[in-house]
């Protein structure tokens, strides 16, 4: 592959490695049908390999010898009604569920924990491929896998309860609850609302600085002393653009308002009402012999190595901690049987509100979409070693909750198979 990069693409060549991770997470693409050619260029319609997914591919060439390419680039599109995916019943979308996760166990492709329910009872839950590689232990079911921005829909779901305490108010800005917040045009401007729907401008974290300190970082103050003399990028509320920091603030102002830490709180008010007795944020070093190791070779391909140097100190309000499929099944039945909020709350919990492009809105700590006329909301997270995934269909009943310990977009994908299958 090198030779023919060095050929035909030489300003590709050193890119190498990052050619060979992006087919690794596509599996390769598949030649539907040709949309468009010319002399020096031509258009297709492909399909990943691993996923539903379809693209618009275009390669462009030089209009003289040697017709070396000139570009290759590649765009989403939503799958086009001619190639739309059937329907399954439960049994089919079981059996179909069983042979794709053993298939891509055994190549690599899937090694954690996968459940699909309808009611809040299981139809289908089974774990793959190994929690601990060093001492050869199997992942099961109860196994808990790290969550990432997973944690978003608790630290939403504790802002929305003490919103209907009447003891925080959506359009107040971050100034009113963090009084002393270091930058005054963020505390001034910035509303609750705003960090919710990634909407205030507040950036991430995840830059040299974050690097630098991460093992420093040991409460949500540490963030807001780290990185609170920042001010918006834009201006609050004009437009989405994900931010991890906006959460750490959410996190900042549930301490603020309820007296008690983010992780006390959601522990006691969320987790335990739910019965959620596997899920937590503990100090890293602290993760029980149940938790999974993640296993990344991002960031340069190779065998894979544990993510131990990637790791915060501890989970916080923006993601991290862990969970386990069957915990993720009792929070999404908790939340649908109005057991943490009302139903209006729970409504506006859930509700997509601003576009993320596509079929998406993002909510309160969820997203919201609906396709081929059926409902869903969740959230994702991903890091290196750890991908997660949980979906609620609160028309047909399903819940799909996948958790792995390997790279992105491996549980993704498995739940985007199931939900593009289920029953109506």
């Given at each position: 592959?090198?030779?023919?990069?060095?050929?035909?693409?030489?300003?590709?060549?050193?890119?190498?490695g990052n050619s060979i991770q992006f087919r690794q997470r596509t599996g390769g693409f598949d030649f539907k049908k040709a949309l468009d050619s010319t002399p020096t260029t031509f258009t297709a319609?492909?399909?990943?390999?691993?996923?539903?997914?379809?693209?618009?591919?275009?390669?462009?060439?030089?209009?003289?010898?040697?017709?070396?390419?000139?570009?290759?680039?590649?765009?989403?599109?939503?799958?086009?009604?001619?190639?739309?995916?059937?329907?399954?019943?439960?049994?089919?979308?079981?059996?179909?569920?069983?042979?794709?996760?053993?298939?891509?166990?055994?190549?690599?492709?899937?090694?954690?924990?996968?459940?699909?329910?309808?009611?809040?009872?299981?139809?289908?839950?089974?774990?793959?491929?190994?929690?601990?590689?060093?001492?050869?232990?199997?992942?099961?079911?109860?196994?808990?896998?790290?969550?990432?921005?997973?944690?978003?829909?608790?630290?939403?779901?504790?802002?929305?309860?003490?919103?209907?305490?009447?003891?925080?108010?959506?359009?107040?800005?971050?100034?009113?609850?963090?009084?002393?917040?270091?930058?005054?045009?963020?505390?001034?401007?910035?509303?609750?609302?705003?960090?919710?729907?990634?909407?205030?401008?507040?950036?991430?974290?995840?830059?040299?600085?974050?690097?630098?300190?991460?093992?420093e970082l040991r409460t949500l103050q540490d963030y807001v002393t780290l990185f609170g003399q920042r001010g918006p990028k834009f201006e609050p509320g004009s437009r989405f653009e994900y931010s991890?920091?906006?959460?750490?603030?959410?996190?900042?102002?549930?301490?603020?308002?309820?007296?008690?830490?983010?992780?006390?709180?959601?522990?006691?008010?969320?987790?335990?009402?739910?019965?959620?007795?596997?899920?937590?944020?503990?100090?890293?070093?602290?993760?029980?012999?149940?938790?999974?190791?993640?296993?990344?070779?991002?960031?340069?391909?190779?065998?894979?190595?544990?993510?131990?140097?990637?790791?915060?100190?501890?989970?916080?309000?923006?993601?991290?901690?862990?969970?386990?499929?069957?915990?993720?099944?009792?929070?999404?039945?908790?939340?649908?049987?109005?057991?943490?909020?009302?139903?209006?709350?729970?409504?506006?919990?859930?509700?997509?509100?601003?576009?993320?492009?596509?079929?998406?809105?993002?909510?309160?700590?969820?997203?919201?979409?609906?396709?081929?006329?059926?409902?869903?909301?969740?959230?994702?997270?991903?890091?290196?070693?750890?991908?997660?995934?949980?979906?609620?269909?609160?028309?047909?009943?399903?819940?799909?909750?996948?958790?792995?310990?390997?790279?992105?977009?491996?549980?993704?994908?498995?739940?985007?198979?199931?939900?593009?299958?289920?029953?109506?």
């Open positions: 592959m090198r030779l023919f990069l060095e050929k035909q693409t030489p300003e590709e060549a050193g890119s190498l319609l492909v399909k990943e390999r691993d996923s539903d997914q379809y693209a618009q591919a275009v390669t462009e060439v030089e209009a003289a010898p040697p017709y070396r390419i000139v570009s290759v680039t590649l765009r989403a599109v939503p799958t086009p009604p001619e190639f739309a995916l059937q329907r399954m019943t439960e049994n089919e979308l079981v059996e179909a569920l069983r042979a794709r996760l053993g298939a891509d166990a055994a190549a690599g492709k899937f090694s954690g924990a996968m459940l699909v329910a309808k009611d809040g009872k299981p139809i289908f839950s089974s774990a793959y491929g190994l929690a601990d590689r060093e001492r050869n232990i199997s992942n099961n079911v109860n196994t808990c896998f790290r969550v990432g921005s997973m944690n978003k829909m608790f630290t939403a779901t504790a802002v929305l309860q003490l919103v209907q305490a009447g003891k925080i108010q959506l359009t107040a800005t971050v100034g009113k609850y963090l009084q002393d917040y270091p930058n005054q045009e963020i505390a001034s401007k910035v509303t609750i609302h705003d960090l919710l729907t990634h909407t205030g401008g507040t950036g991430d974290f995840f830059d040299p600085e974050y690097n630098a300190h991460r093992l991890n920091y906006g959460f750490i603030l959410l996190g900042a102002v549930i301490e603020k308002v309820s007296g008690e830490s983010y992780y006390d709180y959601v522990r006691d008010h969320i987790f335990k009402p739910a019965g959620m007795a596997s899920t937590a944020s503990p100090q890293e070093g602290e993760a029980t012999a149940s938790c999974a190791i993640g296993y990344t070779n991002l960031g340069g391909g190779g065998p894979l190595r544990p993510n131990t140097d990637t790791l915060p100190y501890r989970g916080t309000s923006a993601g991290g901690g862990y969970s386990t499929v069957m915990d993720l099944l009792r929070f999404a039945t908790a939340l649908e049987d109005h057991k943490l909020l009302t139903a209006p709350y729970t409504e506006m919990l859930t509700t997509g509100k601003v576009s993320m492009g596509g079929p998406m809105k993002y909510a309160y700590g969820f997203g919201e979409q609906i396709v081929d006329g059926v409902r869903s909301y969740g959230h994702n997270g991903g890091a290196p070693g750890m991908n997660g995934d949980l979906e609620i269909y609160p028309q047909n009943g399903y819940v799909v909750a996948v958790l792995v310990n390997q790279d992105p977009p491996a549980a993704e994908r498995v739940a985007e198979f199931v939900g593009s299958r289920l029953p109506r």
